[in-house]
């Protein structure tokens, strides 16, 4: 795809929305040409903070004008589906936020849509692209600890006047959306699908999960222990340990700016250059898959973004917490 510039069209105006747009700027191919509110003064303040040129108060006007090659979904999670499935089959590429959908069906669903029009879809975990992230993993592979035998990683929160929408069950609210796909998908990253889940949760009177813990157990032996809450102001670190010693991240390990290795060598502090906020970095791997006329992004798979939703929906299962979509059928 002869692509000079790649048009962004960015559907949401809210917080998310507002730092990828600003580290967009960061990216010289890059260009947001249009943006969707709810309304037309969101939109229009939006398009005046960033000098994008259309503004549009329904997403489907985005899609429909001619002005964007992909399309970056920053709503609140239930929107995604309808959204990406409209943009999808308009031939425009996206970019969603993750979790990309509820349900791990409505996701299957959107993988084929994808596929079917060869049009390019990728959930915005911006985790997997960052480059202190990426250098833990390849320290691992390099076997500096061997095989690695334990994660444990946490992201909880607490704030007195928590965003209305992560209490809303009809929103997707909760912890494990917001939070627990984190630590969920850096052990995914380091020891793969678990062979079993144990989950259990703790829940308000709207069938919420304000605390969560989550037990993964593999063939190989290999454990994980994650956690993620609104209840609790957690250190949000993480750790891969093998018997030759541990990468450790420190706080707000989805986007660290150093890593700790330590081994019989000694603490060694791994210091990584990044720049901007970081959402930068899965715009550029978006922006290289769509000139090479891909279907996914080779950092971004679609099989990880199905997998997490499975163990999603299993735990989700076991704790009691149900979502808008879980009883869809999709099959027509």
């Known amino acids: 795809m002869g692509i000079d510039r790649v048009r962004w069209g960015i559907v949401a105006t809210g917080n998310i929305s507002t730092q990828f747009t600003r580290d967009l700027e960061l990216v010289d191919d890059a260009v947001a040409t249009a943006v969707s509110s709810r309304s037309q003064v969101g939109a229009d303040k939006f398009a005046a903070e960033f000098g994008v040129p259309h503004a549009y108060d329904d997403y489907r006007r985005l899609i429909d004008s001619g002005e964007v090659d992909v399309i970056y979904i920053g709503t609140p999670h239930p929107q995604h589906y309808a959204i990406a499935r409209t943009a999808l089959q308009a031939g425009i590429a996206v970019l969603c936020e993750k979790p990309v959908t509820l349900t791990a069906k409505q996701a299957r669903d959107l993988i084929a849509v994808a596929t079917e029009h060869k049009t390019l879809f990728a959930e915005a975990m911006w985790m997997r692209t960052n480059p202190v992230i990426q250098a833990v ?15 444990v990683a946490d992201f ?12 809303d069950p009809a929103l997707g609210g909760g912890s494990l959306m917001d939070g627990g796909i984190y630590p969920m998908t850096f052990a995914y990253m380091a020891l793969g699908r678990p062979a079993e889940v144990k989950a259990v949760g703790s829940l308000n009177e709207d069938g919420i999960d304000l605390n969560v813990a989550m037990a993964w157990r593999y063939d190989s032996g290999a454990v994980a222990a994650l956690t993620c809450g609104l209840r609790s102001q957690n250190p949000w670190v993480a750790s891969i340990s093998g018997p030759e010693g541990s990468l450790q991240l420190p706080h707000r390990f989805h986007h660290p700016e150093y890593y700790l290795r330590t081994t019989a060598a000694g603490v060694e502090r791994i210091d990584v250059p990044t720049h901007g906020r970081g959402y930068h970095y899965e715009a550029t791997a978006v922006m290289q898959s769509l000139r090479a006329g891909l279907v996914e992004v080779p950092v971004l798979p679609h099989a990880a973004t199905l997998e997490i939703l499975d163990l999603l929906d299993e735990t989700r299962s076991q704790i009691g917490v149900r979502y808008p979509g879980d009883d869809d059928d999709l099959s027509g």
């Open 137 to 151: 993993f390849k320290d691992l592979d390099s076997g500096v600890i061997g095989e690695p035998q334990q994660v």
């Open 156 to 167: 909880a929160f607490y704030k007195p006047d928590l965003p209305a929408r992560l209490l």
